[in-house]
């Protein structure tokens, strides 16, 4: 068993702990001061909600801003792969060949994704009733 240490003699001028102070007697009093803080705290709250949202926002916007340039600096590489392998093919089979070769193959690849997407999307549990 531990042994604590006395508690020290209270002071003489110091009211006790369980009395209330005269200001703060009456319940009106004691709820009055209640939602005084109740209202520092919600303003506290929604304060430090807006300063999070901000500093949020402004991370969203730079990221939209580098996503999106990475998606244009993507499709202009993508369109400069083409027009390259265009510009190759074309001196093997001739121009209209080359373009026919490489828009078909750009649309098989584009069916081949859009019909995996679209099974993938059948898939998808959107009723929340059909587990």
Known sequence: MAIKDPLPPPDEGAEPIDAPAE?????????DGLVQDVRKLAEAELEYYRVKLSVNMQATKTILILFSVAIIVGVTGA????LGILLIL????GPVAATGL??????LV??????MAI?????????????
Do not use: C
């Open 23 to 31: 200001e703060d007697r009456s319940i009106t009093g004691q709820i």
């Open 79 to 82: 369109v400069a792969l083409i």
């Open 90 to 93: 074309s001196h093997y089979w």
């Open 102 to 107: 490489l828009t078909g193959s750009a649309l």
């Open 110 to 115: 584009t069916t081949v994704l859009m019909n």
């Open 119 to 131: 099974k993938r999307a059948r898939k998808l549990p959107l009723d929340e009733n059909s587990e």
